[in-house]
């Protein structure tokens, strides 16, 4: 069912995002001056963030993507979340950050983390464009945050609301979730 036009409201425009992202891909790039640095993107989230985020790192770095999905309603998570794919490049020993749209409740972040730990990364570390941080129902903490927000639902930028809205290029929250 469409959102009516009345129930969005601009919370992140275009220009807000670009600027976060830029100053993220300069924080990576001075933490990482020798490259050879592996940005793990979280699809399908995260797709429009990793792509101009990359851009915005000057140190060598390589992509690699997993897809993880989280049971539950479009706008809860329920902790169970399944793997759809797997990375394809191996991690050990490679300085490894894993790009995220959006940090909520936490359990998909920690369930991937551990995951990928096991596989022994020389390093890391997670970046996250969004942190709903009073949400959060696991210890997790984003080493790098583009904005943060309290409560609400929102889309816009690779957000989506059943598939819906992910190609908005500002972000927007959703009234009446
Ligand atoms: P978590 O496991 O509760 O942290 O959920 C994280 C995932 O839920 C994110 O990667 C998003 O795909 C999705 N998600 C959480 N909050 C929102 C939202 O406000 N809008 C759209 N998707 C969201
Ligand atoms: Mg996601």
Same mark, same amino acid.
């Given at each position: 069912?469409?959102?009516?036009?009345? *129930?969005?409201?601009?919370?992140?425009?275009?220009?807000?995002?670009?600027? %976060?992202?830029?100053?993220?891909?300069?924080?990576?790039?001075?933490? $990482?001056?020798?490259? *050879?640095?592996?940005?793990?993107? @979280?699809?399908?989230?995260?797709?429009?963030?990793?792509?101009?985020?990359?851009?915005?790192?000057?140190?060598?770095?390589?992509?690699?993507? @997993?897809? =993880?999905? !989280? $049971?539950? !309603?479009?706008?809860? !998570?329920?902790?169970?979340?399944?793997?759809?794919?797997?990375?394809?490049?191996?991690?050990?020993?490679?300085? @490894?950050?894993?790009? %995220?749209?959006? @940090?909520?409740?936490? $359990?998909?972040?920690?369930?991937?983390?551990?995951?990928? =730990?096991?596989?022994?990364?020389?390093?890391?570390?997670?970046?996250?464009?969004?942190?709903?941080? !009073?949400?959060?129902?696991?210890?997790?903490?984003?080493?790098?945050?583009?904005?943060?927000?309290?409560?609400?639902?929102?889309?816009?930028?690779?957000?989506?609301?059943?598939?819906?809205?992910? *190609?908005?290029?500002?972000? $927007?929250?959703? %009234?009446?979730?």
């Amino acid at each position: 069912m469409p959102i009516p036009q009345e *129930n969005m409201k601009i919370l992140f425009t275009r220009e807000r995002i670009a600027e %976060e992202i830029k100053r993220i891909g300069q924080e990576i790039s001075a933490d $990482y001056p020798q490259g *050879n640095i592996l940005l793990v993107g @979280v699809l399908k989230g995260s797709f429009l963030f990793i792509a101009d985020l990359i851009r915005e790192i000057t140190t060598p770095s390589m992509v690699d993507f @997993v897809r =993880l999905a !989280s $049971y539950g !309603s479009d706008t809860q !998570s329920s902790g169970i979340i399944e793997f759809r794919k797997e990375l394809e490049m191996p991690i050990r020993d490679r300085d @490894v950050i894993i790009i %995220e749209d959006i @940090v909520d409740s936490g $359990y998909t972040l920690e369930c991937l983390f551990n995951k990928l =730990l096991l596989q022994e990364p020389r390093s890391l570390k997670i970046c996250t464009l969004i942190d709903k941080r !009073s949400r959060r129902e696991v210890e997790i903490e984003a080493d790098y945050i583009g904005m943060t927000m309290d409560d609400g639902f929102i889309i816009g930028y690779g957000l989506d609301y059943d598939e819906h809205y992910r *190609n908005l290029p500002d972000i $927007y929250t959703v %009234e009446g979730f």
